[in-house]
């Protein structure tokens, strides 16, 4: 199984209770937003800062977040020092590097981002729930979700 959320520690921490064996992915846009505000709190020149972004990324997509954290302590670390956002940016992604291993998810063939998972959601539930005549609870939405989710994962009932 394959958790894809955006980092939120409480989030992945009952996930982990629940599902002890998955596998946890941090999405891939919401570690590129922390990089590029990192870059950008650098308090480097506009052009240095995009380059170094776009350098990082790169190597954030095809390693994952340690060796882009590696570079840029390398590189700026009195920068850093210097800078509190660039540094609470560059601990969040130092902090969930295990979960962004993305050359290693892409290679074996893991989806980095949530752009499907969102799509999936649009299609299966909300169509489903916004259907003519449809009124639904909130609480009666999310249970009819978890069926649905159970149904389509194969799993027999508890």
Request: aromatic share 10%; net charge positive; glycine share 6%.
């Amino acid at each position: 199984m394959l958790c894809l959320a955006d980092g939120e520690t409480a989030l992945e921490d009952s996930l982990r209770d629940a599902f002890p064996h998955a596998l946890f992915v941090n999405d891939f846009a919401h570690a590129s937003d922390h990089l590029h505000d990192c870059c950008l709190a650098l308090g480097l020149e506009q052009p240095t800062a995009e380059k170094e972004y776009r350098l990082c990324r790169g190597l954030l997509y095809r390693i994952g977040a340690e060796s882009a954290v590696r570079r840029l302590r390398r590189l700026y670390q009195k920068e850093l020092d210097a800078a509190p956002k660039a540094l609470t940016d560059l601990l969040y992604l130092d902090k969930r590097k295990d979960n962004m291993r993305y050359g290693w998810f892409r290679k074996h063939g893991y989806y980095i981002g949530s752009g499907h998972v969102e799509a999936a959601v649009r299609v299966l539930i909300v169509r489903r729930c916004k259907q003519a005549g449809m009124h639904w609870r909130h609480a009666n939405a999310v249970f009819m979700a978890a069926i649905h989710a159970r149904y389509r994962s194969h799993r027999k009932a508890a």
